[in-house]
């Protein structure tokens, strides 16, 4: 699910006006990657397109967006390109395109829209004519991604191609927006549990944070986190979604062990990690080897956890290792296809 879009429906909904600033191109170095957005209220910034000079910048044009009183053909909508260097002070050297939309409650029924479609994993098509000074705004159009007659490059999250016809309309945003969550399956709600939820809700992730002891899940809430306190937890590896994150981290070694062996013979996770030392691993190996399984299989095994070079084994320094690996396999991940896509054509 897209937070900004979240986000913006509150926003709108509450009667605020609001400038959405989206990196449409980046050339070179520089500190978000194409796609990042940033909201702006007159009082209030939510998210980042990456800080110093650059996020200043971009959130005094948007705010003096906001104090303009557009006419009929007022600015609603530009386009800016920044250059990273000695001008804003920066030292990445790059070159971004950053995309301004100045929304109102007439912009509530897209957002909506697009925010209930990602909510339910479907893809959409967002498009946005950035006109020329002095003409009428177009309306934003979305539809269903697979209705769209742009092409658009998996391996790129963002980018902006030149139309050799040079239309007079404008420039045209064009943007795919699918929920780009992925799916945590926690077993264990220990001390190293609870440090590495408080961690995890932060990210892009749904947790789905298992436990046969109900009592033993600390008063931790979110919209991402689904506690389940399930009398038979190697049901959550079979109900889990393809490519679910798992990390094992029980206070049995007996069901450590069983849950290893049913997310093992499942096969289409993105990353098992299971807490323990390397003792702890060779014990499992050879009662895994002893039921069947190849030794292959335990290299998708991670035991120990966490990414190397870390000693301490306080829970939240525990936690923060394990994050740090698993944003490590996401990155991976993400050299397959982009979830979310913007192209323009000028």
């Known amino acids: ?20 600033v989206t990196v449409a ?49 007022g600015e609603l909508r530009r386009l800016e390109r920044m250059a990273l260097g000695p001008s804003l002070g920066q030292c990445c050297g790059g070159v971004v395109m950053l995309a301004f939309e100045r929304l109102t409650l007439a912009d509530l029924g897209w957002v909506a829209a697009l925010q209930k479609r990602s909510a339910a994993g479907l893809a959409s098509t967002r498009r946005v004519w950035f006109t020329p000074a002095g003409s009428a705004p177009t309306p934003v159009q979305w539809l269903e991604a697979d209705d769209t007659d742009i092409p658009l490059d998996p391996n790129q999250s963002c980018h902006l191609l030149r139309d050799p016809n040079q239309h007079a309309n404008g420039t045209l945003l064009s943007e795919t927006i699918v929920a780009d969550r992925f799916h945590v399956v926690l077993f264990g709600a220990g001390h190293v549990g609870a440090a590495l939820v408080k ?29 389940d306190a399930n009398d038979i937890p190697e049901s959550a590896v079979d109900d889990a979604p393809p490519g679910s994150y798992f990390l094992v981290m029980t206070h049995s070694h007996a069901l450590d062990q069983s849950l290893c062996e049913h997310i093992l013979r499942r096969g289409d996770f993105a990353y098992f990690g299971l807490i323990g030392s390397k003792t702890k691993r060779m014990q499992f190996e050879h009662r895994l ?43 991976e991940k993400a050299a397959a296809p982009r979830l979310e896509h913007i192209e323009m054509t000028a």
């Open 199 to 227: 961690v995890l809700l932060n990210l892009r992730c749904t947790v789905q944070w298992v436990d046969q002891r109900d009592a033993q899940f600390p008063a931790i809430t979110a919209p991402n986190l689904v506690h």
């Open 25 to 73: 191109r980046v050339d070179g170095s520089a500190p978000r990657e194409a796609g990042t957005r940033m909201l702006v209220t007159r009082q209030h910034l939510h998210y980042t397109i990456g800080g110093g000079h650059l996020e200043w910048q971009a959130t005094d044009i948007a705010r003096r967006m906001l104090t303009e009183t557009p006419g009929p053909c």
């Open 289 to 331: 080897i002893a039921k069947g399984f190849n030794p292959s299989d335990m290299e998708r095994m991670t035991c120990p956890i966490g990414v190397p070079g870390i000693r301490d084994k306080s829970p939240e320094t525990i936690a923060v290792a394990v994050v740090a690996q698993l944003l490590q396999c996401v990155e």
């Open 1 to 20: 699910m897209h937070d900004w879009l979240n986000q913006l429906k509150q926003l709108l909904a509450h009667g605020d006006a609001v400038v959405l």
